[in-house]
C-alpha cells in the first residue's frame, strides 16, 4: 500500500537545501537524538541500515563514529547526487551503499543489519505497520526511528498540510499513525522498546532484539 509523489515532493532542490543545512549546522535535533541513542548503545564495527536516509547524514555521523558500514534505502532518486558528494566530502563513499526502493513491496532491496534507523520516515508511508516490520525484522540488534506525536494539533496540521498538497495538485501525502501501531509491529518481528518513547514534537522510539 505504498502511495505516491515521492521523487516530485522529496526532490534534488530538497536535497541540496539538507546538505546545505548540514553542513552549516550538523544534523537536526530529531536526527541527533537518533545518532545519540546508538552511541549510547555501542556502533563500533556495526552494520547499519537506514531506510527513508535521504542525504544519509546520519550514516555519515555513525561511520564518523566507529560503524563499519552504511546502506541507505530511498524511495527517491532526488538526494543521489548530493549523498554521493557529501559521502565524498567526508571520505566515506566506500562505505555507503545507496539503494533505490521499497523494502515493504520488494523485501529483497534490503538485507539484515546491526542497526536500523528511520528518522521522519513513518510519517511518509501509508501502511506504518508494514514499513516498520519490514525494518524491524532486518535489525539485528536495534531499531531507531522517529515519528511526530499523534496527538491531536499534530493530526490537525498533518490534515492541513495534504490539503493544501491536495490543491496544489500534489500526490504526496503525510500520514499520523499511532505509536502503539508501530510499537506492535516491532514486537511482532522479535524487537522490544529500549527505554520510553520521548521527544516533544518528533517522538524518539528505540527497540533492541529481545
Ligand atoms: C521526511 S523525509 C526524511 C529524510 C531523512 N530521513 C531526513 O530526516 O532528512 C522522508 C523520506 O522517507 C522516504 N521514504 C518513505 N517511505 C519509504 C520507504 N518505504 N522506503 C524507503 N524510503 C522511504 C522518502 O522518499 C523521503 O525521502
Do not use: Q
Not at 563500533?44 to 550514516?59: K, M, N, R, S, T
Not at 529483497?108 to 516490520?133: I, K, N, Q, S, T
Amino acid at each position: 500500500m505504498r502511495c505516491c509523489g515521492y521523487d516530485e515532493f522529496f526532490d534534488e532542490g530538497m536535497a541540496r537545501r539538507d546538505a546545505r543545512r548540514y553542513r552549516r549546522k550538523g544534523l537536526k535535533g530529531s536526527a541527533r537524538r537518533i545518532v545519540e541513542t546508538l552511541l549510547a548503545c555501542g556502533v563500533d564495527g556495526a552494520e547499519v541500515l537506514e531506510i527513508g536516509g535521504g542525504i544519509g547524514a546520519i550514516d555519515v555521523e555513525l561511520l564518523e563514529a566507529g560503524a563499519a558500514r552504511a546502506t541507505v534505502l530511498e524511495l527517491s532518486p532526488g538526494y543521489e547526487s548530493e549523498a554521493e558528494a557529501l559521502a565524498r566530502d567526508h571520505g566515506l563513499e566506500g562505505r555507503i551503499e545507496r539503494r533505490l526502493g521499497d523494502v515493504v513491496v520488494r523485501p529483497e532491496v534490503a538485507g539484515r543489519a546491526d542497526l536500523v534507523v528511520m528518522e521522519r520516515v513513518v510519517c511518509c508511508y501509508p501502511d506504518a505497520a508494514a514499513l516498520v516490520g519490514a525494518a524491524a525484522s532486518r535489525s539485528r540488534r536495534m531499531l531507531v526511528l522517529t515519528y511526530p506525536r499523534y496527538g491531536l494539533l499534530a493530526r490537525a496540521v498533518i490534515a492541513g498540510a495534504n490539503a493544501l498538497l491536495r490543491v496544489r495538485g500534489n500526490p504526496f501525502r503525510a500520514y499520523a499513525h499511532a505509536p502503539a501501531t508501530i510499537a506492535d509491529a516491532a514486537r511482532r518481528a522479535g524487537l522490544r522498546p529500549a527505554g520510553p518513547e520521548r521527544g516533544v514534537v518528533w517522538r524518539l522510539a528505540a527497540f533492541e532484539r529481545a
